[in-house]
T-cell receptor
Framework: DSGVTQTPKHLITATGQRVTLRCSPR?????VYWYQQSLDQGLQFLIH???????AKGNILERFSAQQFPDLHSELNLSSLELGDSALYFC????????????FGEGSWLTVV | DQQVKQNSPSLSVQEGRISILNCDYT??????FLWYKKYPAEGPTFLIS?????DKNEDGRFTVFLNKSAKHLSLHIVPSQPGDSAVYFC?????????????FGKGTKLSVIP
């Protein structure tokens, strides 16, 4: 158990819909990262928040957005969902902004039908 | 443009023997390297890391070697055990304006045969 909690674990939704994935980082960790894992793309970095502020953006679509709240939990919002958005979405956390180990949650499996 | 490459999608090793997983990178700004192990439907689990100022780091059965001139790192598992069967991801990070997001390879599936 990494200490990073993600909900929901599984989610099935229709195209065009919007979903929210939630992440609670490890106690004391200020950084939250979101990654997407699809079959052919491996683990792709989406976005990084540090203590409530956005630090870096990766391959995140405009239809996707994220935020980190004062209690340090984070949400990833996915809207206007398409079939190709079906993937495993991982949240990870670390103590600082980087230069150290990032610990991953169990992931949220999103299926768009 | 794949900055971290794991060229072997799979590897089979006999129990008790050495497993060697390889990883190559192209970005010379990478200064921190990690190996993660992943079981199906679970999150990646951190195994071992190495800073670019070192060339070797050891933790129990796991050793990571870094060859900066060749931009190559490898993970050695000795002795290999059936429980080591999983997908292993190599990852690298570089300080990008205060964010150390990881760049991952596509993974190598290790099968340890009893």
């Amino acid at each position: 158990d990494s200490g990073v909690t993600q909900t929901p674990k599984h989610l099935i939704t229709a195209t065009g819909q919007r979903v929210t994935l939630r992440c609670s980082p490890r106690s004391g960790d200020l950084s939250v990262y979101w990654y997407q894992q699809s079959l052919d793309q491996g683990l792709q970095f989406l976005i990084h928040y540090y203590n409530g502020e956005e630090r870096a953006k990766g391959n995140i679509l405009e239809r996707f957005s994220a935020q980190q709240f004062p209690d340090l939990h984070s949400e990833l919002n996915l809207s206007s969902l398409e079939l190709g958005d079906s993937a495993l979405y991982f949240c990870a956390s670390s103590v600082t902004g980087g230069g150290n180990t990032i610990y991953f949650g169990e992931g949220s499996w999103l299926t768009v039908v | 443009d794949q900055q971290v490459k794991q060229n072997s999608p799979s590897l089979s090793v006999q129990e008790g023997r050495i497993s060697i997983l390889n990883c190559d990178y192209t970005n010379s700004m990478f200064d921190y390297f990690l190996w993660y192990k992943k079981y199906p439907a679970e999150g990646p689990t951190f195994l071992i890391s190495i800073s670019s100022i070192k060339d070797k780091n050891e933790d129990g059965r796991f050793t990571v070697f870094l060859n900066k001139s060749a931009k190559h790192l490898s993970l050695h598992i000795v002795p290999s055990q059936p429980g080591d069967s999983a997908v292993y991801f190599c990852a690298a990070s570089a300080d990008g304006a205060g964010s150390y997001q990881l760049t991952f390879g596509k993974g190598t599936k290790l099968s340890v045969i009893p």
